[in-house]
């Protein structure tokens, strides 16, 4: 199927209109028309080939919600019509230890939306900078039908990274939770952290953020340069999730955490972050990790933000003005993702 897009053609050119060939729809397969894109900060680096390994041209986006037009012959959990979603995944190997417990994101063989191995038309995956997608219904999500869709497409990605390490160290009403940073990450962290029923403190080093802060749901908000006011939080959060992708001193909020407390991280800074092991060891603290969420996951953070009628904050915009975004991105000039509006694709 001709589908047309959005796509880079090197690093250093913009973003332009780009016709592919989507494969056509298999016995389990469902055909998504795209009517939201959000804009991950991962589509940047990718398109820039600041990560390396990026195989052009390349169509990003892996934030996509919109109708399903067409399913093939053996799709039970979808039909024509229904509002469906796909995230950054849209296959993988569905046979070793991390598929059979439900997470794919840490398959060898995972197929990503874009800038993957297609295994079907050979060559690389398109993303959702595109008219249309193609995919296996068991990565195909269901969203809510009480959420605004442009505002759930962010959902796919920055929901999923920020539910994740929330739900696995099961935070919960009570306990006193900490976000590093109020970006694209950070506000989903606070909304989902607030609706877990946690106490929740927003650590920032921007004095214009604080108003956002407690809006969105905050119980705090902490100059994260104020040694006073760090001193005040010592020895106190259950678990603090840092979305901050920009070197900083992690070893600061180890020292708030009780004993038992974790520090998750899911923003990504360029260069290797210093860390004091002696603030983990004293206080039998853990520092960890987290990457996005399985599909089986992913579903249920859909689920519990159609319940909490949580969304992400966003900036629609035309498709002809992303490059001007991805300008602005890199200054964080955004509150908090931009979600490409598709109908202005033409």
Not at 74 to 79: P, Q, S
Not at 157 to 180: D, E, F, M, R, W
Not at 272 to 282: A, D, E
Request: aromatic share 8%.
């Amino acid at each position: 199927m001709k589908t047309l897009a959005y796509a880079a053609k090197s690093a250093t050119t913009p973003l332009a209109p780009f016709n592919f060939q989507r494969r056509d729809v298999g016995n389990h397969d469902v055909q998504i028309e795209i009517l939201y894109c959000g804009v991950c900060h991962s589509d940047l680096h990718t398109v820039r080939g600041e990560w390396g390994g990026t195989t052009y041209p390349c169509v990003p986006g892996h934030e996509i919600v919109g109708r399903v037009l067409k399913v093939g012959p053996h799709v039970t959990k979808f039909k024509a019509g229904d509002t469906a979603g796909v995230g950054c995944m849209v296959d993988s190997c569905r046979t070793c230890a991390n598929c059979e417990e439900d997470l794919e994101q840490f398959c060898p063989d995972t197929t990503f939306t874009y800038n993957s191995a297609d295994k079907h038309l050979g060559g690389v995956t398109f993303g959702g900078y595109s008219q249309s997608i193609v995919a296996d219904e068991a990565f195909v999500l269901h969203i809510p039908d009480n959420l605004d869709l442009a505002a759930t497409a962010p959902l796919l990605c920055a929901g999923i990274t920020t539910y994740s390490p929330l739900h696995y160290h099961n935070v919960s009403a009570g306990q006193k939770v900490g976000i590093v940073g109020l970006g694209g990450l950070g506000h989903m962290g606070v909304k989902l952290a607030k609706a877990m029923g946690a106490h929740v403190v927003v650590f920032t080093t921007s004095a214009n953020k604080v108003d956002d802060a407690l809006r969105l749901g905050a119980d705090e908000v902490v100059n994260s340069k104020n040694a006073d006011e760090m001193q005040k939080h010592l020895n106190s959060f259950n678990f603090i999730l840092d979305t901050v992708s920009a070197q900083h001193d992690i070893n600061a909020y180890f020292l708030l955490l009780k004993r038992d407390g974790n520090l998750t991280q899911v923003g990504v800074p360029p260069e290797p972050l210093s860390v004091n092991v002696g603030s983990l060891v004293f206080g039998r603290r853990s520092f960890s990790g987290s990457l996005i969420g399985g599909i089986k996951e992913t579903q249920e953070m859909l689920d519990f933000c159609g319940k909490h009628n949580i969304t992400s904050d966003i900036e629609l915009i035309p498709i002809d003005n992303i490059n001007e975004a991805y300008d602005r991105l890199v200054k964080s000039d955004v509150k908090y993702r931009f979600v490409i509006d598709m109908a202005t694709l033409k």
